[in-house]
């Protein structure tokens, strides 16, 4: 797949992204960075430069301090089910206390693969990949729920998963 240059953005670093969470601000050309890679992140620098106007260096310049500043993360990802893991779901925690003490915790467990603090029904959104029921139950029961300041939780266990991407570009 031929990729155009970028047209529609700006390199001027007066035209940069404002960082809603505090953190760096990108400007056109490394959201354009990132949307390429987000693509296909084994993408050749030299094809990225191609398609943004930079050279391969350069790209290389600015992928590094895009990963060094945590604005992103280039990862290979997996179906769970072809790599053993049998069981998905999200759980839906309430929480009586500090919720980002709870999250911190939920974080370090290695089977919560996605922690998210939210408004609504649930303090915490927190996706876990188990290898099967068993696991899953052992998760959510003896580890989970002993969080000091867990006060309940629901599960939504996943019957199949039709869609995961991570393609969503820089809007």
């Known amino acids: ?10 390199a001027d670093p007066k035209d940069s992204r404002e960082s809603r969470n505090g953190g ?7 959201l354009a960075i990132i949307e390429q890679l987000q693509e296909d992140g084994r993408r050749p620098y ?6 943004v106007g930079l050279s391969e ?3 290389r310049q600015r992928v590094q301090k895009l990963l060094d500043q ?6 290979a990802v997996t179906d769970p089910l072809t790599v ?12 009586e206390g500090d919720v980002e003490s709870v999250a911190d915790a939920l974080t370090a467990m290695s089977e919560c693969e996605y922690v998210v603090m ?10 876990v990949v188990c290898e099967d029921d068993d696991h899953l139950l052992q998760v959510i029961n003896r580890r989970i729920r002993a969080v000091p300041g867990v006060r309940s939780t629901e599960s939504f266990v996943y019957m199949k998963l ?6 969503w570009g820089t809007r």
Do not use: C, H, W
Request: aromatic share 4%.
């Open 1 to 10: 797949m031929q990729s155009e240059p970028v047209a529609s953005r700006s």
């Open 24 to 30: 760096p601000q990108l400007d056109a050309v490394s």
């Open 46 to 51: 030299a094809a990225i430069g191609k398609a």
């Open 57 to 59: 260096a350069a790209v």
């Open 70 to 75: 945590g604005v992103m993360q280039i990862v």
């Open 84 to 95: 053993g893991f049998r069981r998905q779901a999200m759980v839906g925690v309430n929480v």
């Open 118 to 127: 939210t408004a609504g029904s649930f303090d915490l959104m927190v996706e």
């Open 162 to 167: 039709k869609k995961q991407t991570y393609m």
